[in-house]
Nanobody
């Protein structure tokens, strides 16, 4: 059973930082694009950031300059470093994976994690 397991969420004050991690259960993910989405209460799930197997990255405009996505192939893990957090960043953050970065960005990725809550207090 292929799994994506997120960790690192929590409660932080505005202006603070958090780092999310997403560990994939299989080495095949080393060739996949992996990324992050988020869903705030009452809103749709939105794209946040993604990275493909060669290190090409993509970001939502709302997080550019504040969030950084990276991956560690040896650990089948992708990270999301979130700095200068704002209350509007509060959401459940989901990890996703797909062979195609383009498809992943649309929200139709093949594999999804269960999500981790990020809460930013003002």
């Amino acid at each position: 059973q292929v799994q994506l397991v997120e960790s690192g969420g929590g409660l932080v004050q505005a202006g603070g930082s958090l780092r999310l991690s997403c560990a994939a259960s299989e080495r095949t993910f080393s060739s996949y694009a992996m990324g992050w989405f988020r869903q705030a209460p009452g809103k749709e799930r939105d794209f946040v950031a993604a990275i493909n197997w060669s290190g090409v990255t993509a970001y939502a405009d709302s997080v550019k300059g504040r969030f950084t996505i990276s991956r560690e192939a040896a650990k089948n893990t992708v990270y999301l470093q979130m700095n200068s957090l704002k209350p509007e960043d509060t959401a459940v953050y989901y990890c996703a994976a797909d062979p195609s970065l383009a498809i992943l960005r649309t929200g139709r990725g093949r594999f999804w994690g269960q999500g981790t809550q990020v809460t930013v207090s003002s």
